[in-house]
């Protein structure tokens, strides 16, 4: 395809360089063909035709999610230092699509065992994409012109909510100092989505967004290991059952914090993290039903229009959200006490990613829309103020805006290391050092290769575990910490 539009771009030029030469002269020829005397102000037509030969010769080829699958291919067998290598090459190629490639590279340096650089680069992107959430109208403009990958990538609704969650989870696995904090701006950013939209039901549809509990229950979490915060624990964990009522153990972390009962004497607490199954992606799609609406539209107008309309022959192309098929679906835990369990979703990323990606695609769709007949419409005004009546001039143009419709790209920029679920099972255990087995699993049944770790548990203490199964197989490390102190 690219090789196609490489050599038509090539050919189009040739001609128009043959027709620029001719103008000079009075006269231009077309494919070997010699035509009378030609106006001057035929000369917009020409210019216009050059523009959009140069914006479909600037235009990629390949698009975002293309170049994404080397980067999970890399890291989903395990490839960490390659998937790494990789991102950082494209970070240095495509300054563009940096943001979202760190994003990427914050899942892999968190795998890797480097919570605070994981950090650091979150906290970059999470300020980056805040500031972007201001309108360049300028950018719109050549948005509108081009496509949707001139657009300086702000991230998609549950990514921006993610990148807290992510924060709160790299924060906890070095110091904790701020995770609790971390974890709060979950909800408020959820809220600052929502609320930015209004309140009406038929123009705000991010108002049946599902909440993200994740954040809730880190902070309940926390709060509970304080022995004194119980009251904010119960709230906190009051949200989980409210926003995640498929989480089993929200009823009995609910009955335990409004106890005060954080464990037995003599016991502490290992929440144990799993990272699971491969996530969303973006890719592109064809358009056939509003290409064909545009279709018919094209020829009605043109039968009743003084000048035709290029042809809808390109397709239009859209980003949809897919999520990734995966056989794993949970992490079964077993310790050297007995003590064993399945780890349980928290927060469903693919599920988050694909309901609410589709309650904003009407938008998406009637961006697409409108850019395409922004481009028919400065086709027929290009004809309509230069007064094209000449055949061969309006075919010129017409194969040019049919050039211009076909460079488009659909924008599948995304986050493309997330994991499909964030599930977390809650152990206690006697205090002194355990060694903890995970093994990934399709429905609890074990499907892959067992990896383990010793951790220390502390009297009345929360310890944490982390470990990432994107396939049936731990990648990275396994990440351990007693997360804040007292």
């Known amino acids: 395809m690219c090789q196609t539009r490489n050599a038509l771009s090539v050919l189009c030029v040739v001609h128009l360089s043959d027709l620029c030469n001719s103008i000079l002269q009075n006269q231009y020829v077309f494919p070997s063909h010699k035509v009378g005397p030609l106006h001057f102000r035929h000369l917009n037509s020409f210019v216009l035709v050059a523009a959009l030969l140069g914006a479909l010769s600037a235009s990629g080829c390949a698009t975002h999610g293309d170049k994404l699958e080397s980067i999970r291919s890399a890291f989903n067998a395990g490839r960490v230092e390659q998937a790494e290598s990789i991102v950082q090459r494209e970070i240095a190629e495509r300054s563009s699509d940096a943001d979202v490639l760190?994003?990427?590279?914050?899942?892999?340096?968190?795998?890797?065992?480097r919570p605070d650089d994981a950090e650091r680069t979150l906290r970059e992107v999470r300020d980056r994409f805040d500031y972007l959430e201001q309108k360049d109208a300028g950018e719109s403009v050549v948005a509108t012109l081009t496509d949707d990958t001139k657009l300086a990538y702000s991230g998609e609704d549950y990514e921006k909510i993610l990148i807290r969650c992510f924060l709160a989870l790299s924060n906890l696995m070095a110091d904790g100092q701020d995770a609790s904090a971390y974890a709060l701006q979950v909800g408020d950013k959820q809220r600052q989505i929502i609320n930015a939209e209004g309140a009406s039901t038929e123009n705000n549809p991010k108002l049946a967004y599902k909440r993200v509990a994740l954040g809730a229950y880190l902070h309940?979490?926390?709060?509970?290991?304080?022995?004194?915060?119980?009251?904010?624990?119960?709230r906190a964990i009051q949200l989980v059952a409210n926003?995640?009522?498929?989480?089993?153990?929200?009823?009995?972390?609910?009955?335990r914090v409004s106890t005060g009962h954080h464990s037995e004497p003599g016991n502490g607490v290992l929440?144990?993290?799993?990272?699971?199954?491969?996530?969303?992606?973006k890719e592109e799609?064809?358009?056939?039903?509003?290409?064909?609406?545009?279709?018919?539209?094209?020829r009605i107008l043109t039968a009743t229009s003084k000048h035709s309309l290029p042809p809808t022959i390109a397709p239009?192309?859209?980003?949809?959200?897919?999520?990734?098929?995966?056989?794993?679906?949970?992490?079964?835990v077993e310790t050297d006490t007995g003590a064993a369990g399945v780890t349980k979703t928290i927060t469903d990323v693919g599920q988050l990613a694909v309901d609410q990606y589709d309650a904003i695609f009407p938008k998406v769709m009637a961006r697409a829309v409108v850019r395409r007949v922004v481009k028919k419409g400065a086709v027929y005004a290009t004809?309509?103020?230069?007064?094209?009546?000449?055949p061969l001039a309006s075919f010129a143009l017409d194969a040019a805006g049919v050039l211009w419709e076909a460079s488009e790209s659909a924008d599948t920029r995304c986050w493309g290391l997330l994991p499909d679920r964030i599930q977390v099972l809650r152990l206690e255990l006697p205090a002194g050092e355990h060694v903890v087995k995970l093994r990934p699993a399709s429905r609890n049944a074990p499907i892959g290769a067992e990896a383990s770790h010793t951790v220390g548990i502390d009297d009345g203490r929360n310890t944490y575990l982390m470990a990432n199964f994107p396939e049936d197989r731990l990648v990275g490390q396994i990440l351990v910490s007693n997360g804040p102190g007292e």
């Open 102 to 113: 760190k994003l990427d590279r914050a899942i892999i340096q968190l795998a890797d065992g």
């Open 220 to 234: 309940g979490a926390i709060q509970e290991a304080t022995h004194a915060n119980y009251d904010e624990a119960a």
């Open 243 to 255: 926003w995640e009522p498929s989480f089993e153990d929200a009823s009995a972390d609910l009955k």
């Open 271 to 281: 929440y144990v993290f799993t990272m699971v199954g491969r996530g969303p992606y």
């Open 285 to 298: 799609r064809l358009e056939t039903p509003t290409s064909n609406a545009l279709l018919i539209a094209d």
């Open 316 to 332: 239009i192309k859209v980003p949809v959200v897919v999520r990734s098929s995966n056989q794993i679906d949970s992490v079964l």
């Open 383 to 390: 004809k309509d103020a230069a007064n094209i009546d000449d």
